[in-house]
């Protein structure tokens, strides 16, 4: 499989480029300048493309690569790839499921203790030296408080067992009733939001989930309510964010993606009622290792003429 070429579009894993490197003919799409110089050239040698949250396959690079034959994504997120384009050419498609579940799950938990409990300040506040001058004012409780959450698939539910465990009543809302569980459904993303303490977004970034969480949504959760997203940074109006949390409409947020990444709302930064993180849902060695290789072993599988281990088209 040595001569078989991939395009990796972004740096993503030094363990997935090396792997990558012991196997095929690896180009990293980032070191060439001239991307269409690039793409002119290799364009009939390129039979496998590995994207990931940030850098995929959009129609334009399929219509490049016309050797293509599968994109494998180092993420579980879609959005970055054209599917109906490799539908339509026989492209086949895989991504990384399950593998990271367990630590976005994680990580939601740690950001709403890390909000409710104002973990980030209270850090500041011990190395500051400001302890010495008096204790740090009290903070908000977690357990017990309602959560609600945007799609309950597999990330989405791995929050809510972990939320039970705080004694908190679990709320949803997804694109269908799940009949196998007793948590309550919202047919609205508004209603859920009026009825949850916190709102956690966890469902696909689709052109019918970008900014599910809008305005109205924001002002249903309210000045006490708070918003987690482990998503994609669509999910959220920005604009409307900042709005919200620099009038005192919306108690606070959390927020591990952002819509420019990295680019985030500079007003953000002086807020004490949010917390900012680097889009790092997955960032575990365990994880992005577990999750390098499914992409080579997808990669793998589809060049030997193997079942893929995920396949999406």
Known sequence: MESIGVLMMCPMSSYLENELQKRFNLHRFWNSPEKSVFLENHRNSIRAV?????????????????????????????????????????????????????????????????????????????????????????????????????????????????????????????????TDIAYKYYPTVVDLAKNSDILVVACPLTDKTKHIVNRQVMDALGAKGVLINIGRGPHVDEQELVKALTEGRLGGAALDVFEQEPHVPEELFALENVVLLPHVGSGTVETRNAMADLVVGNLEAHFTGKPLLTPVV
């Open 50 to 178: 590995v994207g990931n949250a940030s850098a995929g396959a959009d129609a334009q690079l399929i219509d490049d690569l016309p050797k293509l034959e599968i994109v494998s994504s180092f993420s579980v997120g879609l959005d970055k790839i054209d599917l109906g384009k490799c539908k339509e050419k026989g492209i086949r498609v895989t991504n990384t499921p399950d593998v990271l579940t367990e630590d976005v799950a994680d990580l939601a938990i740690g950001l709403i203790l890390a909000l409710l409990r104002r973990l980030c300040e209270c850090d500041r506040y011990v190395r500051s030296g400001k302890w010495k001058q008096g204790d740090f004012q009290l903070t908000t409780k977690f357990s017990g408080k309602s959560v609600g959450i945007i799609g309950l698939g597999r990330i989405g539910t791995a929050i809510a067992k972990r939320a039970e465990a705080f004694s908190c009543p679990i709320n949803y809302y997804s694109r269908t009733v799940k």
